[in-house]
């Protein structure tokens, strides 16, 4: 049987702007196995993005709970959750989220960097990440020597830099044109088969949406339906 990695309990969460309260997320329940390959849609302001932040522990929620891989990660101190998303979870963002400075190499790297892997060990490991995702002629570019679809696919490899279970992409392919949005499903859809490792991924786009196995649809906060299908 497959073993659930995201479970989340009644999870919401209300803003206070302006001192009106706007209900981002609303009581949602959600139950991913290991190795689903999952797209979270619905319009603009639905809450796709604050419960995605919430999933992976960037977010707290209001209120509910949210247990990641059998860990309670809305019960962990601040600290123990820096560490908790620090060696289970892999973000991907829409805007690429790179640092100017650095090479694809030392993007990459970086979280490596953190965990204090040996030098080496860390060269090996970042080389092996850029080649999976196609890029062993660009670790010494910077993200603004590199094309959109490229830059993305640096941030693919270092959301996977620290073997995250799980991979959290909001939007991953917003600012891709069709052929470079293609290309990183199919470097998405080859981890989840290849490596099980678990996405969860927002997105508009319903080139995207015909990727997933499952497509869970988001309105005003709620989860309005919730298909499994047949990628095409
Ligand atoms: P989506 O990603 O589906 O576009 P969001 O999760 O960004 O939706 O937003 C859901 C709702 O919560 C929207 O009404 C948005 O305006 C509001 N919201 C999101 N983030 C914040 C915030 N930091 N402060 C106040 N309101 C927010
Ligand atoms: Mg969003």
Same mark, same amino acid.
Do not use: Y
């Given at each position: 049987m497959a073993k659930t990695i995201i479970?989340?309990?009644?999870?919401?969460k209300t803003y206070h702007t302006n001192m009106i309260p706007v209900k981002?997320?609303?009581?949602?329940?959600?139950? @991913?196995?290991?190795?689903?390959?999952?797209?979270?849609?619905g319009p603009s302001g639905s809450g796709k993005s604050t419960l995605l932040?919430?999933?992976?522990?960037?977010?707290?929620? $209001?209120?509910? $709970?949210? @247990? @990641?891989?059998?860990?309670?990660?809305?019960?962990?101190?601040?600290?123990?959750? @820096?560490?908790?998303?620090?060696?289970?979870?892999?973000?991907?963002?829409?805007?690429?989220?790179?640092?100017?400075?650095l090479?694809?190499?030392?993007?990459?790297?970086?979280?490596?960097?953190?965990? *204090?892997?040996? *030098?080496?060990?860390?060269?090996?490991?970042?080389? $092996?990440?850029?080649?999976?995702?196609? %890029?062993?002629?660009?670790?010494?570019?910077?993200?603004?020597? %590199?094309s959109g679809g490229q830059q993305q696919r640096v941030a693919v490899a270092r959301a996977l830099a620290s073997k995250p279970k799980i991979i959290l992409a909001d939007e991953p392919t917003a600012n891709l044109d069709s052929a470079s949005a293609a290309n990183l499903l199919d470097i998405m859809a080859k981890l989840n088969k290849e490596e099980k490792i678990t996405f969860l991924f927002s997105t508009h786009d319903q080139r995207v949406i015909k990727k997933a196995r499952r497509v869970i649809t988001l309105v005003d906060g709620k989860v309005a339906s919730d298909v499994q299908q047949s990628p095409t």
């Open positions: 479970d989340a309990h009644n999870v919401s981002a997320v609303q009581d949602v329940h959600l139950h @991913i196995e290991e190795g689903e390959f999952v797209a979270l849609v932040n919430m999933m992976g522990g960037l977010d707290e929620p $209001t209120s509910g $709970t949210v @247990i @990641i891989d059998g860990v309670e990660i809305t019960d962990l101190s601040e600290n123990k959750l @820096i560490d908790f998303r620090l060696h289970n979870i892999g973000f991907v963002f829409q805007s690429f989220n790179l640092i100017p400075v090479t694809a190499k030392e993007n990459v790297g970086f979280v490596l960097q953190l965990q *204090k892997m040996p *030098k080496k060990e860390r060269e090996q490991r970042v080389l $092996t990440l850029l080649q999976e995702v196609g %890029l062993e002629d660009k670790i010494n570019s910077k993200p603004g020597e %590199l």
